[in-house]
């Protein structure tokens, strides 16, 4: 007769936690934003009618495929481009048609686990160590910020011929 009291105290104790366990969730949702993306902007200085030199920093028209990722872009008035980077390699190329003219940007990085928190994970930040690109359109490519991390922020100028 005791066995069979103390099992319905325990029978009460089990749900009891169980209920506690279900109707109380800990905030463990990641509200901390991950991506990483390479912030390109666009540079070029042409002659005006005047003999002058304009510089403008946007192509009105651009299509940018990622070689071996399935990332890309394609618009009008673009005056920077956020582009990720591989975490599985350390060159990632973009082909970038500007009119009938095509270029292969190459970034080469390090990429790196950064810890974020337990919500989270890990996110995958990234070091420039060179870019360059083919010469059908682009002049040169400056880095000007080599990390590469979750806050947005001028990574390499890409200058244009004219």
């Known amino acids: 007769m005791q066995f069979c009291r103390s099992i319905s105290v325990w029978s009460c104790v089990l749900a009891l936690g169980a209920w506690l366990l279900v109707s109380c969730e800990p905030d463990t949702a990641c509200h901390q934003e991950m991506g990483t993306a390479v912030q390109i902007t666009l540079a070029a200085d042409s002659m005006t009618a005047e003999g002058k030199v304009a510089q403008y920093t946007q192509w009105d028209s651009v299509t940018v495929v990622g070689v071996g990722n399935e990332m890309g872009l394609q618009g009008r008035g673009i005056k920077t481009m956020g582009l990720e980077l591989r975490p599985d390699t350390t060159l990632t190329m973009y082909l970038m048609q500007y009119h ?9 990085h390090t990429p790196a686990l950064h810890f974020v928190s337990l919500a989270c994970g890990c996110a995958v930040y990234h070091t ?18 080599a990390s590469v991390e979750t806050t947005p922020q001028e990574n390499l100028c890409i200058y244009l011929h004219e």
């Open 100 to 108: 009938d003219q095509i270029d292969t940007l190459y970034i080469q």
């Open 128 to 145: 420039i160590t060179a870019a360059w690109s083919s010469d059908a359109r682009v002049d040169s490519v400056s880095i000007i910020n």
